[in-house]
């Protein structure tokens, strides 16, 4: 199969599927890509998490804080429209066993790998509080990821309503992959840790679901309502490597969707391993 026969091969998997959806797919070994829908906008969901988590090495790599220094977790955050004060459910969150720690310590690493394998808002918003969405925004523009945008906080209701989203492209989540993967997001040390804690990701119905099991896959998924995504590191246990982002949004059926981006993940995993034996 060549990288055409891939595309039409991709295109056919998702044809069936109600929606609009985007790839990106990086060969770290080779540079060749296959991207369908790139530059789309996308409501970023939870994949603003890898990034936040990048800006927490960086910040400690400073001397900012220490990843083991223990803050309070707190259920109270500030909405960026008006800094009126707002709460998180737990209901709404998939991490619901941190709110039963609420007014205990927790360290800053904790609290980041709650946010990245159990996608906890609560930590999210907490690390957020710590570091600086701006911080973040300014990290992702020395790299020169743009279309990645990270304004706030989950569940901040007020500025959801007036459009101020967490936002991304498929390009974007790529490249910042690619960042981590080539140990330019941060230390060698800091990266290979951050690849550490994607790897442990509990949320895996999309670019795992398919794949042997010898493969690991450092990710961040993201979800809403009609919006499933999923980004991160495939790395074969021959140490070949590749990116791929798979976005969607507008689902009217999200469980078809997901069984049909996973065979995605599938194709181009078949197709990554066939051109890598070669």
Known sequence: ???????TAVNEM??????????????LGTGEELLKNADTIFHAASTMKTPVMMEVFRQAGEGRFSLQDSVKIENRFKSIVDSSEYQLSAADDSDTAIYDRIGTGETIYDLTVDMIIKSSNLATNMIIQLIGAKNVMQHLEKLQIENLHVLRGVEDQKAYDLGMNNTT??????KLFIAIASNKAGTPEDCAEMIKILKMQEHNRVIPALLPKTVSVAHKTGNITGVEHDS????????KKYVLVILSKNLKNEDSAINSMAQVSKLIYDYFVGQTAK
């Open 232 to 239: 991160g590191i495939i790395m074969l246990p021959d140490g």
């Open 169 to 174: 492209s498929a390009r974007a989540l790529m």
């Open 14 to 27: 998702l044809a069936g599927q109600d929606g609009t959806f985007a790839i990106a797919y990086h060969n």
């Open 1 to 7: 199969m060549n990288i055409d026969e891939l595309r």
